[in-house]
């Protein structure tokens, strides 16, 4: 048991070092990784979510609501700094998620998903048709921030995203993995497997999702300002249904049960896409979905899941 | 000496299409006591749990816990009124470890939804733990619900009901599913637990040995209406309760 779980700890240690090292030997990574980590906490969201069995295809709209802070920042009260934009982004998307929450957890699987669905096709077409407001579809340019009061030259600037968020991450993934393992993390899974039993228990199934989904709503918000500010626009895509789809996949390929599987599969999604797309300009799409069908069928539980397989049978032989 | 009545339901009434489950139920529970209720299938017996619980709300009728309305209240006010239910199906969490299970309603019962302790954590382990002890499942205590015999689980829903801390314990055939061979050794836990946790309980129940020996009282529920109430040895011997219920 202590040999697993310091193999686990230094398996992290390892990530956690290349995830900083590497972008400095090669930097035109930096960039990538930003948004490897960016994508993963959002996805840590939908881990939580898939916890109690409900998949949110809307995901994208508390994205979008991050992103969409840094790029009104700009436009309306000049260059502003990341650190007001992340603690602004945050509790914008999280108030978004309460309001657009109360009305979603009412509702269970399918109905769940698509609700999710039409609220951030609504917030796409709002961003999307205010052209006065938001510039339409051309989006929305985030300037370079300034970090805590400091302004940096570009080369510098990705290297202070970079460690940021690779600071954010390691925070939001020990605060997910504690939230899972406490009382409401663990009612959220007996919503899967027995929500009857739970309310006989005195406890509101609704509540427990709602807290859930606020905090799913917040990340989503934490890695839309990141994403925005890597990428220097915010545009509707961000909160247009293919982008929830991506964070599912996302979900999937690296695995639910645990909060590590957001990192993992957002690293695989985004080198696939970054080198498959150089070779193969327009059928990227393609390779992915081949390898999710092989996830599917050849690793149910994600890169995690085959992860710890592997661990398992090594440790029995 | 009077007990007090802990459960009151007046005049009850429902039916599903054509079919009358009560039609003017009138049924008290005392502290204290081990109520039984036999009848015919489907002669309503669960409905009544489910309308006592909240689950479903009546056509007619009233139910008040220790005076207080409760009718159109919700399961989980209900249940944090003080009445918990066991299922005659085990309702658990089957991917959480048995303790999880205790755990968890441990912190639906105390409102203890923190979010940054382990549930493993909670100041209420000691106490689920002997809960384990007084439902002499202790041994699989680490082994997920889902893994379970039948028998097992059973008691397992019966311990999670407990860790509410009821003042009333609904049991829907608390020995139905299990082997013949363990019934009386899982009703001799069970009321054992009840009588040290001082819990009053109502148990729906089919096996007249169980009713002759476990119940300090038997309610017959026959044509939507409780017919008779009395000592199990007087009810059981009535002649129209055992034609019409017994079958002999």
Not at chain 2, 61 to 72: Q, S, Y
């Amino acid at each position: 048991m202590a040999g697993r779980s310091s193999a686990l700890t230094w398996t992290l240690a390892a990530v956690v070092v290349a995830a900083g090292v590497i972008p400095i030997l090669i930097p035109s990574m930096a960039t990538l990784v930003v948004l490897i980590l960016a994508k993963g906490i959002v996805v840590l969201g939908i881990i939580i979510l898939l916890q109690a069995g409900q998949v949110s295809f809307g995901h994208a709209m508390f994205f979008a609501a991050g992103a969409y802070t840094a790029g009104f920042w700009g436009k309306y009260l000049g260059v502003g700094d990341l650190v007001v934009y992340l603690v602004v982004g945050t509790v914008f998307a999280t108030i978004l998620g309460l309001l657009v929450g109360l009305f979603v957890v009412r509702y269970r699987e399918i109905f769940f998903g698509m609700l999710n669905l039409a609220f951030s096709m609504v917030l796409w077409s709002l961003l999307e048709k205010m052209f006065h407001l938001t510039n339409g579809a051309d989006g929305m340019r985030v300037p370079r921030p300034t970090v805590f009061g400091m302004a940096f030259s570009p080369e510098n600037f990705q290297y202070v995203l970079l460690y940021l968020t690779l600071t954010i991450a390691i925070v939001a993934t020990f605060v997910v993995q504690r939230f899972l393992e406490s009382p409401t993390g663990n009612m959220l899974r007996a919503i899967k497997s027995n929500e009857t039993r739970l309310e006989y228990l005195g406890v509101s199934a609704r509540r427990i999702l709602l807290i859930g989904y606020v905090i799913s709503a917040a990340l989503g918000g934490i890695g839309g300002v990141l994403v925005a500010v890597a990428q220097q626009i915010a545009t509707p895509e961000f909160a247009y249904w293919t982008k929830s789809g991506e964070f599912v996949f996302i979900a999937i390929l690296g695995g639910v049960g645990n909060a590590m599987g957001a990192f993992a599969g957002s690293a695989v999604f985004e080198l696939v896409r970054f080198y498959a797309s150089a070779q193969l300009a327009n059928s990227w799409q393609l390779i992915l979905g081949v390898v999710l069908i092989a996830i599917i069928l050849f690793a149910p539980n994600g890169l995690i899941g085959l992860w710890k397989r592997q661990r398992a049978a090594r440790d029995e032989s | 000496m009077t007990a007090i009545v802990l459960l009151e339901a007046r005049g009850l009434a429902i039916r599903f299409g054509g079919v009358v489950a009560a039609d003017g139920v009138d049924l008290d529970v005392l502290e204290g006591e081990k109520l039984a209720i036999i009848g015919p299938n489907g002669a309503g017996k669960t409905t009544f749990l489910n309308i006592a619980t909240g689950y479903l709300k009546p056509q007619a009728g009233t139910v008040k816990f220790l005076g207080k309305e409760i009718t159109a209240h919700r399961p989980r006010d209900i249940t944090r009124f003080g009445i918990a239910r066991a299922f005659q199906i085990p309702q658990l969490f089957l991917d959480h470890t048995v303790i999880e299970n205790l755990l968890i309603a441990a912190a639906g019962h105390s409102g203890r939804t923190t979010l940054m302790r382990s549930l493993h954590d909670l100041p209420e382990r000691s106490e689920m733990e002997s809960l384990l002890d007084l439902v002499s499942i202790r041994d699989v205590a680490d082994r997920k619900a889902g893994e379970l015999p039948e028998g097992k689980r059973k008691l397992v829903d019966i311990a999670v009901a407990l860790a509410l801390k009821p003042r009333l314990l609904l049991m829907d055939e608390p020995t139905s599913g299990v082997a013949s061979s363990e019934k009386f050794a899982i009703m001799d836990i069970l009321v054992a637990a009840l009588e040290k946790q001082r819990v009053t309980s109502v148990f729906v129940e089919h096996d007249m040995d169980m009713v002759t020996r476990y119940a300090d009282r038997v309610a017959v529920w026959s044509a939507g209406k409780i017919q008779i109430s009395g000592p199990p040895a007087e009810v059981l011997a009535d002649p129209v309760v055992r034609e019409q219920v017994i079958g002999i």
